[in-house]
C-alpha cells in the first residue's frame, strides 16, 4: 500500500511538472532566446580554456551559424519593441549588433592564428549585445 502510494505520488509529481512546461506563457521570442541561450553556453564553453579553443573550430562555426539564423528570425517579430513603445529600427539594430559580434567570433575562429585570449575577447563582445538589447527591451516583466 505503502508502495502504491509513492508511485502514485511520483506520477502526480512528474504529471504537475509536465503541464507546467506544456502551459507557460512562452512568447515567440522567448522561444528563440532560449534556443540562443543554449548555443550562446555552448560558445562559453568553446572560448573558455586554450584547449577547449583548440578543438572547437567546427563547434563555433556551427553555432555561431545557428545563433545568426535565430537572430534573424527574432530581429522581424515586433512584439518586443511594441511593448516597449520603442522603434523597430532600434530594436533590429541592437538585433544587428549581436549578429555581427557572432560573425566577428566564427571568423577569428576560422583564422589561422587566432589565439583562445582574441576569442575570449570575442565572446565577451558578443555577450555585451545580448546585454545591450536587454536593457532595453527586456525589461522584467
Ligand atoms: C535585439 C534584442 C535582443 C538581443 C540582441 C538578445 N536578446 Fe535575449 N531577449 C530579448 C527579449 C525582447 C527578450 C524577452 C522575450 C520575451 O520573454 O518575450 C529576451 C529574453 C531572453 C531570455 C529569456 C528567455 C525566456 O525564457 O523567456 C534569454 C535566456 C535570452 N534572452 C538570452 C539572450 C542571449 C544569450 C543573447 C545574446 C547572445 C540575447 N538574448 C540577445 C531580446 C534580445
Known amino acids: 500500500m505503502l508502495r502504491k502510494f509513492a508511485i502514485l505520488s511520483v506520477t502526480l509529481i512528474t504529471l504537475a511538472g509536465l503541464s507546467f512546461a506544456a ?6 521570442t522567448g522561444k528563440i532566446m532560449e534556443q540562443i ?3 550562446t553556453n555552448a560558445l562559453r564553453k568553446a572560448t573558455r580554456t586554450k584547449a577547449d579553443f583548440a578543438k572547437s573550430t567546427k563547434v563555433i562555426t556551427t553555432d555561431t551559424e545557428a545563433v545568426v539564423k535565430l537572430a534573424k528570425e527574432a530581429r522581424e517579430i515586433k512584439e518586443p519593441a511594441e511593448k516597449e513603445k520603442k522603434p523597430l529600427a532600434a530594436y533590429q539594430k541592437l538585433m544587428d549588433d549581436m549578429i555581427k ?3 566577428d567570433l566564427s571568423k577569428l575562429a576560422n583564422k589561422s592564428g587566432s589565439t583562445q585570449i582574441q576569442a575570449k575577447e570575442a565572446f565577451t563582445a558578443y555577450t555585451k549585445t545580448c546585454a545591450a538589447c536587454h536593457e532595453v527591451f527586456k525589461k522584467d516583466e
Open 37 to 39: 541561450q543554449n548555443k
Open 101 to 103: 559580434s557572432a560573425e
Open 23 to 28: 502551459d507557460d506563457d512562452e512568447t515567440p
